[in-house]
């Protein structure tokens, strides 16, 4: 596979050991252009960066060195992990998002992606269940790579976590399911709320889990097709 370097300032200059590396985080670039993209993420006035970005029509360009930290994911957390730039291979997806007309990811470029991470996954012995959307670790924040993100797709090879549907009783109680989706969410790795006690903020979490797992339904309300994915995939 083809990888073109065009190599970002921005990293943390301290390098990581191989088995320092745990997640893949998926985003996409949010702006206008894929040249646009490219500046943001090499300009040092921003602070930005990723190790791979892979534009439209499939190409992928190397940004950060695997062995450097780059600067992707921000303020984030995941289980018991916080900060997961330092644990993780950011790779940014060219698309307009939601602010400038978000696109559907083209097949060329969903196809590098699987390759890159099967690539990844055997280097680093990634669990399946490593692979994760921006939104996943940073649902007060962001919202990408979005509701048009091919997750059940790429669980297919491997990536990602997905689950399947199995017969279940209906939970009639809505505050009971409310507090066993929460709990059923906090086993998965999803933070930034509370289990026991509702916030303001639930509600974007609650959308970053449909973001990835019902597409179709980003509701920010747990009804019982939201209740029942956080049951299967556990």
Request: charged residues 30%; contains cysteine; hydrophobic residues 35%.
């Amino acid at each position: 596979m083809k990888i073109i370097s065009n190599l970002s300032p921005n990293y943390s200059k301290k390098n990581r050991q191989k088995k320092d590396i745990k997640f893949v985080i998926i985003h996409y670039t949010g702006m206008q252009s894929e040249i646009e993209s490219k500046r943001r993420l090499k300009n040092p006035k921003y602070k930005v960066s990723c190790h791979y970005l892979i534009n439209r029509k499939g190409e992928v360009i190397k940004m950060v060195k695997e062995k450097n930290i780059a600067w992707h994911a921000g303020k984030s957390k995941w289980k018991k992990f916080i900060n997961l730039n330092n644990l993780s291979i950011g790779i940014e997806l060219v698309n307009k998002g939601h602010q400038f007309g978000y696109q559907k990811f083209t097949h060329k470029q969903i196809r590098s992606l699987i390759l890159v991470c099967k690539n990844l996954k055997k280097k680093y012995a990634l669990k399946s269940e490593n692979f994760l959307g921006h939104s996943d670790i940073a649902p007060l924040r962001k919202i990408d790579p979005g509701e048009k993100f091919p997750w059940k797709k790429l669980s297919t090879y491997g990536i990602g976590k997905w689950y399947k549907e199995k017969k279940m009783l209906p939970e009639k109680n809505i505050k009971k399911m409310e507090f066993l989706f929460f709990k059923n969410i906090q086993i998965l790795g999803f933070r930034y709320f509370s289990v026991h006690r509702r916030k303001k903020n639930d509600r974007k979490v609650i959308k970053s889990f449909q973001l990835h797992y019902l597409p179709k339904n980003i509701t920010g309300k747990i009804d019982k097709k939201t209740y029942k994915i956080s049951h299967f995939l556990l």
